[in-house]
Every structure is written in structure tokens, then in C-alpha cells.
């Protein structure tokens, strides 16, 4: 086994993350973790890496250990170099084990299983060939090459693909991914499939990315609550089989759940009719037709009270569900709409970023277009040059009056806003501010406002909580709730599915086809490419093709 957790628990004060969870991961173990934003995904992997140490339990790891997180915390002085270097000297300690191995061998009587062991791990890790692995990886996953480049320079995305074409080239007997797949077209998508699907060890990769669990996972680990509380391993192999057994689940605890709301309930009123006529103020004389109907008032409240302490006990201990998407009902044109496109760009440039020369590209009401283009092919600045964030350097743009538009970039409010005085405001507090700074620059009608509380993205327990303490996805979350705040006639939206669960991707799919608004995706997530291809398809170029 390359890792063994056993009854680990771990959370943050007042809020438990991970409640007595055992997994064995062996070679050829491919596990896909999964659950609702906030469930302690992240967390669980730095308890499984050992950058977090669980309060009780155990995580024993065997072998060599690769983590590619999510952040990446670098220093100033720190280069693509500095990866590349520490990643081929790991893989060249076996070359020097196995050569020392062989020069210190006794051909009359040494160590004969020792020296197959040297000889084994070296093949394994191909030392000789790590160079062109760490090369073919910079390339195939689109990041920077240049040796000098200082990381700190480079943005997330870019950081991310260096460290995981350095951590995919050491061929660990353990890796460790917390969703790989953001920072990636389709073409660096394609190459981790075939390297994960090849490797020889264990992996744990958290994962909104439902084809990948497809075409990788041999299992599923969701972190959801389940009937007794804690986190379940599903067999199935592919994301269709695991979704339908979680569901069925999901019913079944459900069903016993209001099963047993309704018999408190019944109780609770019987218990109700049983005090009613008790008195303490005046008593009827004893042996008296009242005297006795009192008595055995009494001894009913008595029965009903034991009945009802029999019910709690046996009652099923139900965590609150995670809230499912109400998505609003968004308009489709702003009063006296004239007709024609409601945004619309022509023969767009935006230099060193984006170049359309002689392409219109228009938004109609209620229209819908899927962006797709490799990593640097201008899809985000296009959305950008929609929405009037991006200014042109040639080309026009026009919006028709009163167009309110939604827009969830890559980096959104979550990630800007802060409260005046410096402090870290709550996720209620940064809703409002941007409420108000939407209405300070006339993009909000006040009679249109959506309530973030009423979309089921966020619980109330989250919205009193400082941004800065949501996960990445209930962050995510949170930007998704800005975008729909304004309720707009157009949505535009820059990979909509990057660091939320599963779960809720298949809710905003479904939403996303059926509401009046308009709608623009860019993205490069296989499955939702799939469920949006009968949508009008821009194709901005490069490798991005479906896998």
C-alpha cells in the first residue's frame, strides 16, 4: 500500500471537516475525490500529503510522495528552473543509489535481492530519460519553458502546468492532485489522461472534472454527508454509475428522514392534547369525575413523553442537506428594447491578446455561443471585450440600452473586494458592497436585485463567514451569486465550472439551457463542451479539441 488513513478526524474551531475516514490506496489505485464546496476536499489532501496533521488517527504513506496543490507559494528568487532541477535531481538519486549498489556489490556472497531492488527502481523511474519527460510535459501542458523565468511572474495557471509537468515527470509511487484540470485546454488534458491512466502507483485527485472521472478513476470518494455521517467509497468506475448510486442513496435517506419528521410530529401533538386541560392552579376534590380525568391526562403526557424519547433515540441523525441551485428567473430584454443584438463586438484586437479581423461576433436575446480555443487563444479576452471590461485597440463594440450583463471571470469579486475599513468582510457584507457598486455605476435595477440567500449557493452559516475563510469553490460560489446579482439579460461566463462540485455542475448546466437570458461560455471542460454542442460554436484556434 502506498497510503493507509485510518479513523483520521480533523476540522477548524466550531467546524469538523473530516470525521473518522479510512482509505487504503495501493498501486493502480486511481481514486477521484468529490463532494460539495466546502465538504474539506483540500483539507483531506494536505492531511493525506502531511502539510496538515489530523487530530486523531493515522496517514502512513510508503514510497516517494508528489503533491500538486492548488497554491503554489513561491519566492522571489524561485525560477521554472528551480522546479525543473529539484524534479531531475529526485529521479537521479536512484542512478546513484543503483550505482553505488553496483560498485559496492560482493559478486562471492552480496546482497543479490538489494541490487534487483536498485535495479527495478531505476527502471521505474527512468532517470535517464527525465529531461525529455519534464520537456515533453512543459510542452504538451502549454507552460513556460524558459528556465529563467521567475515564477512569481507567471500567473496561477501557468504556475500550476510547471509544477504538474515536474511532479507528472518524477513518476512517484504516490501523487497527490487537487484539481488538475483547471489550468488546462483540451490538447494538456488529453496528455494527463494518458499519464494518470499509465501510472503505476496510487492516486488521489480532487476533481470537478466529470469526464476525467470517467476515463481515469477506478473509484469514488465522496466526502458528502451520507446516512450515518460520514464520507463513502463508491466502486463504480465511471461518473454516470456513481452519480445514480449516490442518488439512490440520497432517496432512500430522505425517505426515512420525513418518515421520521412525521411520526415526531404526530407525537408532538398528541403530547400538545394530553397538557391541554393540566392545570396547576386549582385541583377537583379527589375521587371526583374531573380529579380522575386529570390523573389520567397526566398519565397520557407521561406515555407520550416516553414514546417521544424512544423516537429521538432511534431517530436518523440527518446532517442538513447541501442547498440545491435556485437559479432566477433572469429577463430576456431590458424595457424598450428596439431590437437587434444586445452586445456585439466587430473585428475585435486587443494587442499581444486577441485578433479577429473581419469576424462579428453578437449576442441576440436569449441566444447562446460556446467560445473554445487553446490556453492564450484570446477566449477570455473576448469575453472581456463583450462586456466592455477590455478596451480595443481596433474594432468596435455596441450595447443595446439598459443591457445588464453578468459576467464570471477567472478572477472574480471574491478575490478583489474588501470592506472599507480594511477588515475582512463577511460574504453577506461583500455581497451588498458589490450591490452597491453595481448600483453606483447604474448596472442595477434595485426592483431586479437577486437575493444571494434565495439562490442556494451559500449557506447562511457561509455568508456570515469572512470571504477570506471560504474554500476556493465557496468562493467560486460566491462569484457566481455577483454574476446573477443584477439579474441580467446577458450572462457571460469565463470556465464556469472551474472549482465547483460535480454536483453542482450538472445543476448549472441545466440551468444555463433553459433560462431566458442570453448566455456565453468559455471553456474547456470536455463534458460541458458535450452538453452544450448543439450551441453556436465559436472556435478561437490552437489545440483545443475535444479529447
Not at 463567514?465 to 455577483?482: H, I, M, N, T, V
Amino acid at each position: 500500500m502506498q497510503l493507509v488513513a485510518q479513523g483520521v478526524t480533523f476540522g477548524y474551531p466550531g467546524r469538523p471537516v473530516v470525521d473518522g475516514l479510512d482509505l487504503a490506496v495501493g498501486p493502480g489505485d486511481r481514486i477521484g475525490l468529490v463532494g460539495e464546496n466546502g465538504a474539506g476536499k483540500s483539507t483531506l489532501l494536505g492531511l493525506l500529503a502531511g502539510r496538515l496533521h489530523p487530530r486523531s488517527g493515522s496517514v502512513r504513506r510508503h514510497g516517494t510522495l508528489a503533491v500538486v496543490e492548488q497554491d503554489l507559494a513561491v519566492t522571489d528568487e524561485d525560477t521554472v528552473g528551480t522546479l525543473v532541477a529539484a524534479t531531475g535531481s529526485a529521479t537521479r538519486a536512484a542512478a546513484d543509489d543503483l550505482q553505488a549498489a553496483i560498485d559496492g556489490f560482493d559478486h562471492a556472497g552480496g546482497d543479490v535481492a538489494a541490487l534487483s531492488a536498485a535495479i527495478a527502481r531505476y527502471e521505474h523511474l527512468a532517470a535517464w530519460d527525465v529531461d525529455r519527460r519534464v520537456d515533453e510535459g512543459l510542452s504538451r501542458l502549454h507552460a513556460p519553458r524558459d528556465l529563467d523565468r521567475r515564477l512569481a511572474e507567471l500567473s496561477v495557471g501557468e504556475r500550476y502546468r510547471v509544477r504538474l509537468a515536474c511532479r507528472l515527470a518524477e513518476r512517484a509511487d504516490l501523487l497527490l492532485l487537487d484539481e488538475p484540470t483547471n489550468h488546462l485546454d483540451a490538447g494538456g488534458v488529453a496528455h494527463l489522461t494518458a499519464q494518470l491512466r499509465a501510472w503505476a502507483g496510487g492516486l488521489v485527485i480532487v476533481t470537478h472534472d466529470r469526464r476525467l472521472l470517467d476515463d481515469v478513476m477506478t473509484a469514488v470518494l465522496d466526502l458528502d454527508p451520507s446516512m450515518d455521517g460520514r464520507p463513502v467509497l463508491y466502486g463504480a468506475a465511471r461518473y454516470t454509475d456513481y452519480r445514480f448510486a449516490r442518488d439512490q442513496m440520497l432517496r432512500r435517506w430522505r425517505a426515512r428522514y420525513r418518515a421520521e419528521r412525521k411520526r415526531a410530529r404526530v407525537l408532538a401533538e398528541r403530547l400538545d392534547a394530553s397538557y391541554e386541560g393540566l392545570s396547576d392552579e386549582w385541583r377537583p376534590p379527589k375521587g371526583s369525575d374531573p380529579h380522575r380525568r386529570a390523573t389520567r391526562a397526566r398519565q397520557h403526557v407521561k406515555a407520550a413523553d416516553r414514546l417521544i424519547e424512544r423516537l429521538e433515540a432511534q431517530a436518523v441523525d440527518v446532517p442538513v442537506p447541501p442547498p440545491a441551485l435556485q437559479f432566477p428567473d433572469l429577463p430576456s430584454v431590458p424595457p424598450g428594447y428596439a431590437g437587434g443584438p444586445l452586445l456585439e463586438v466587430r473585428g475585435p484586437r486587443v494587442t499581444g491578446r486577441l485578433d479577429l479581423p473581419g469576424r462579428r461576433v453578437e449576442v441576440m436575446p436569449a441566444g447562446r455561443l460556446l467560445v473554445t480555443g487553446a490556453n492564450g487563444a484570446g477566449k477570455s479576452t473576448l469575453l472581456a471585450a463583450l462586456v466592455g471590461v477590455v478596451g480595443l485597440d481596433r474594432g468596435t463594440r455596441d450595447v443595446a440600452a439598459g443591457v445588464r450583463c453578468g459576467v464570471l471571470a477567472q478572477e472574480g469579486p471574491a478575490e478583489r473586494v474588501q470592506a472599507p475599513d480594511g477588515a475582512a468582510p463577511t460574504a453577506f457584507d461583500a455581497y451588498a458592497r458589490h450591490a452597491l457598486d453595481l448600483l453606483a455605476a447604474g448596472a442595477l435595477d434595485p426592483d431586479a436585485l437577486v437575493p444571494v440567500a434565495a439562490l442556494g449557493l451559500l449557506s447562511e452559516a457561509d455568508l456570515e463567514r469572512p470571504l477570506r475563510e471560504l474554500s476556493l469553490g465557496q468562493r467560486r460560489r460566491f462569484d457566481l451569486a455577483c454574476a446573477l446579482l443584477a439579474a441580467p439579460h446577458v450572462l457571460v461566463l469565463d470556465e464556469p465550472t472551474n472549482h465547483l462540485s460535480v454536483g453542482l455542475v450538472d445543476e448549472l448546466t441545466a440551468a444555463l439551457r433553459a433560462t431566458s437570458a442570453a448566455v456565453v461560455v468559455a471553456t474547456h471542460d470536455r463534458q460541458l463542451r458535450a452538453d452544450l454542442a448543439d450551441w453556436p460554436h465559436l472556435d478561437l484556434g490552437g489545440s483545443d479539441r475535444p479529447a
